[in-house]
């Protein structure tokens, strides 16, 4: 199922993308999503909700539903979609709110992502409806539930051993500890160091909460340069051409911090669970930095929407003055996203990359270890 996006990259870069996407052959691996709108497939699309990607031009250059949106908050294909197919599987993981979902557990997993939603309950609250973390985890056991019933508590059990559990959570965490106020704390912003540890620990309660629940095999993410988003950039009056120290700032303390409690929990939960942490950060910099050599001809500005606030990209897929001609030279799609290219990019570095850009082995060793 693996397609390159469109006028990707230059030739050679796009002959070192087809030999790390090379498939793995296809398993009854299923691939279950948790997280915000880095990884949503459609779930806010049965949501109430400001934060929706609903309609076009988002999903532009989504080939399989023929260039529809779709939810995704894209032009394309998601990081985790393109894991999926440079781990073989056949069908994405469709949306745990949309109807019939519970047909494709067992061929294709769930994805329970949700838009504007964060590790902390109140996350996103501005926006309304979403979907957090912790309820997302909840639809899981019901989906488990689903699963026990169908093949029996043996089987069951080896079906999840098997599965792959991604969690891409935590940016719109950050932003909203990086916006005026910050509903999960009263209004009252706490020391960063405070704020980091706290969501730590309440992510590494969730990772126990899924282990509990089955989850053998976890790829995490942590939390990619905020500070250079068109978003951030703009809310900061971040002159042209660069990023905020004090967001990256704020990001690397966290990612430093998530990376010491997987190592942690890699020793606590024992060698019959693993849980890769992947690097997004870094490798986002150095295309950031490197856009060129990647390809890409503009590196902080989003293709869609524009720089400044309100950063509108629904509804303009005829406004010229505020969607690039090609979305495969820019870096980020709209203020908050990357574009399809970027996934493709991160995905194959995660998936096949060294222990710099995942550890303690990348995404593909641990979809291929059987290890008991």
């Not at 399989?64 to 032009?75: E, I, L």
């Not at 053998?216 to 939390?223: L, P």
Request: glycine share 10%; proline share 7%; hydrophobic share 40%.
């Amino acid at each position: 199922m693996a397609v390159l996006p469109p006028h990707c990259c230059s030739p050679l870069f796009t002959a070192l993308m087809l030999l790390l996407f090379l498939p793995s052959p296809a398993s009854p691996h299923s691939f279950f999503i948790f997280g915000d709108s880095l990884v949503d497939a459609g779930n806010n699309d049965y949501l109430v909700t400001l934060s929706k990607a609903n309609a076009p031009p988002y999903g532009v250059d989504f080939s399989f539903s023929g260039g529809k949106p779709t939810g995704r908050f894209t032009n394309g294909r998601t990081i985790a979609d393109v894991m999926g197919e440079a781990l073989g599987q056949d069908t994405f993981a469709p949306p745990y709110l949309a109807p019939n979902s519970s047909a494709e557990v067992t061929s294709s997993g769930v994805n329970y992502a949700s838009g504007s939603s964060g590790i902390f309950d109140e996350t996103g609250s501005f926006y309304i409806g979403r979907v957090p973390l912790g309820q997302q985890i909840s639809y899981f056991e019901k989906t488990r539930a689903q699963i026990l019933e169908t093949m029996g508590e043996k089987a069951a059990g080896e079906f999840l051993e098997k599965a792959m559990f991604t969690v891409a959570a935590g940016s719109n965490d950050i932003l909203e500890f990086l916006s005026p106020s910050v509903p999960f704390f009263g209004g009252q912003k706490p020391d960063p160091a405070v704020f980091q540890d706290a969501l730590v620990s309440k992510l590494a309660f969730y990772l126990k909460r899924l282990n509990e629940l089955g989850a053998r095999k976890f790829v995490v993410a942590d939390i990619g340069p905020l500070g250079c988003i068109p978003y951030v950039r703009a809310l900061e009056f971040i002159p042209a051409g660069e990023c905020s120290a004090a967001a990256n700032k704020l990001c690397e303390g966290y990612n430093k911090k998530l990376k010491r409690m997987i190592g942690r929990l890699n020793q606590e939960l024992g060698p019959g669970s693993v849980t890769v942490y992947t690097n997004t950060h870094d490798i986002v910099m150095e295309i950031i930095q490197q856009h060129r050599q990647y390809g890409f001809e503009n590196a902080l500005d989003p293709c869609c929407g524009g720089s400044f606030p309100p950063f509108l990209c629904i509804g303009i897929a005829n406004a010229s003055s505020t969607l690039c001609d090609d979305r495969s030279k820019y870096v980020f799609w709209d203020a908050f996203h990357p574009t399809e290219a970027v996934n493709f990019i991160v995905a194959g570095r995660l998936v096949d990359g060294d222990a710099a850009d995942a550890s303690p082995v990348n995404v593909r060793a641990l979809f291929q270890d059987n290890h008991k």
